[in-house]
């Protein structure tokens, strides 16, 4: 049967909250764990004043237990998504759900010319990621034969590490990029690794076009 309404999409869900959403599924294992803790000490504080009315302290105690859990999913995943905004606007990104993930890693293939080493790949990559004004690269790690190492500061939640790999077959240059925070035990960083990646990729692929003979 045939209708005359437009058909209607359904709404998309804005970047930041699906950041945001994103952040609380990542905190959900440590909410639960601060809910089950805090519940428990909780009860038992009551049970031990009053043991015949220990029903009522299992129920109390679960209740502070889920409040603290929802509280401390809440207030990660607001600051987490607060550092995006403040990174992505410092880069001139769009927020992104993927932010989320730390580490953040691409890879991709192109083409290039018999012969070409990994280390001239290389060095065209550090010398057009020194030129990048931001993020800005603190320390150039390491830098050899296929591989190069920048500690880069991009956001006030700490330092970044990108990793930038290279290998050559023939006439094929496989790069590997990833991202990740400096410290790590790190699970959030506000989105600094994705902003360091999505700044530096283009930049990193131009690289390699223009050494592989490119224009």
Not at 23 to 50: F, H, K, N, P, Y
Request: some cysteine; charged content about 20%.
């Amino acid at each position: 049967m045939n209708s005359d309404r437009p058909f209607k999409q359904k709404p998309r869900i804005p970047f930041m909250l699906r950041y945001w959403l994103a952040i609380v599924r990542r905190t959900a294992v440590a909410a639960v764990s601060v809910a089950v803790v805090i519940g428990a000490a909780m009860a038992g504080v009551l049970i031990s004043e009053d043991t015949h009315a220990w029903p009522t302290a299992l129920l109390q105690g679960m209740l502070v237990g889920l409040l603290a859990g929802v509280v401390l999913a809440v207030v990660i995943a607001t600051s987490n998504t607060w550092h995006l905004w403040r990174t992505a606007s410092r880069h001139g990104l769009t927020p992104a759900a993927e932010a989320a993930a730390v580490s953040c890693t691409v890879v991709f293939r192109t083409p290039v010319p018999a012969g070409t080493t990994a280390y001239q790949l290389t060095d065209s990559v550090l010398h057009a990621l020194k030129k990048v004004p931001s993020p800005r690269i603190d320390e150039v790690e390491e830098f050899t034969h296929g591989k190069l190492t920048l500690i880069c500061a991009s956001s006030p939640v700490g330092p970044v590490r990108l990793r930038v790999s290279i290998e050559t077959d023939r006439d094929t240059a496989t790069v590997t990029m990833d991202a990740r925070p400096v410290t790590p035990w790190k699970r959030l960083d506000g989105g600094a690794s994705w902003s360091v990646l999505t700044v530096f990729e283009p930049h990193v692929r131009k690289a390699v076009h223009r050494e592989a003979g490119g224009s």
